[in-house]
């Protein structure tokens, strides 16, 4: 059944003004009270102490965690699609469960693993390494909540391009490193891409976890969601410009990202 030019033309105008109530209009009067007073005013508020190393924080977690996925996505991915290793299903089922298990769970059960009087807490505590309220929790529950990502990614794209060309590089001799190297990677590095900037958003904009088990101290660990949280709290129903421009620091990282999503969704898709 065809659909006519007059209800396609209409179904995207409802697509668009959808899109712009939900998203274009509320970033848009964000950017708006971010520089209402001038741009001089929201840098202030943008390079404040404060600001600024809860920015960087948030780039150091990202950092961390990103690499680490994309290592751990790229071998599970391999260890679902290449082999018939008994338990894949079980790992296939462990890879989702940060999508379904809330962070705020997943916070609590960090504390009790590496808290004080937790499994591993005191081991750590009783050697100087302060895992909870500090940095290297926030990265754990960084890394749990951003796991999925490039493995979801990767996984159907090693199943669709089959191992027919790794065969052929292992029967000409070439060793299982400069297989995957020389001929795997190059075919699923567009997935990896796509996985690494999905991976990158998620530890960008992480709260739920992170909030459980950072000490929300100015300065040490607070990354940019968790100081615009504060922030607001703080203020209440009022917000402020300091809050719209913290916002606004992380639209424009949030957008960044975007960018990245949809050039690497181009190119995967060229590629395919």
């Known amino acids: 059944m065809s659909v006519s030019h007059r209800t396609t033309w209409s179904l995207r105008l409802v697509a668009l003004a959808y899109l712009a109530l939900l998203l274009l209009l509320p970033v848009g009067v964000v950017f708006w009270r971010t520089f209402e007073h001038g741009i001089a005013t929201a840098w202030s508020y943008m390079t404040t102490p404060a600001a600024v190393s809860a920015f960087w924080l948030t780039v150091l977690i990202a950092v961390i965690a990103v690499p680490l996925n994309t290592i751990f996505g790229v071998g599970a991915a391999m260890v679902l699609a290449r082999t018939k290793a008994r338990g894949r299903s079980v790992l296939d089922a462990l890879i989702d469960l940060p999508f379904v298990v809330s962070p705020v769970i997943v916070g609590l059960a960090l504390i009790l693993v590496y808290g004080q009087g937790g499994w591993f807490g005191d081991v750590f505590l009783n050697n100087g390494i302060r895992i909870i309220y500090a940095v290297p929790g926030m990265v754990i529950a960084t890394v749990f909540v951003s796991l999925p990502f ?26 299982s490193w400069q297989t995957f190297w020389r001929v795997t990677l190059p075919t699923i590095r567009w997935g990896v891409a796509y996985g690494v900037v999905l991976t990158t958003a998620r530890a960008l904009g992480e709260i739920g976890a992170v ?32 809050v719209y421009a913290l916002a606004t620091e992380l639209a424009v990282l949030s957008i960044a990202v975007l960018l990245l999503m949809t050039i690497f969704g181009s190119r995967r898709e060229t590629t395919e």
Not at 150 to 174: F, I, K, M, N, S
Not at 217 to 224: E, H, N
């Open 150 to 175: 490039v493995v979801r990614e990767v996984a159907p794209v090693l199943r669709e391009v089959g191992d027919e060309q790794e065969q052929a590089a292992a029967t000409l001799g070439a060793s």
């Open 211 to 242: 909030l459980v088990v950072s000490s929300n101290v100015a300065g040490s660990t607070l990354t940019l969601p968790l100081l615009l949280f504060q922030r607001d709290e703080q203020i209440g129903s009022q917000v402020t410009t300091s």
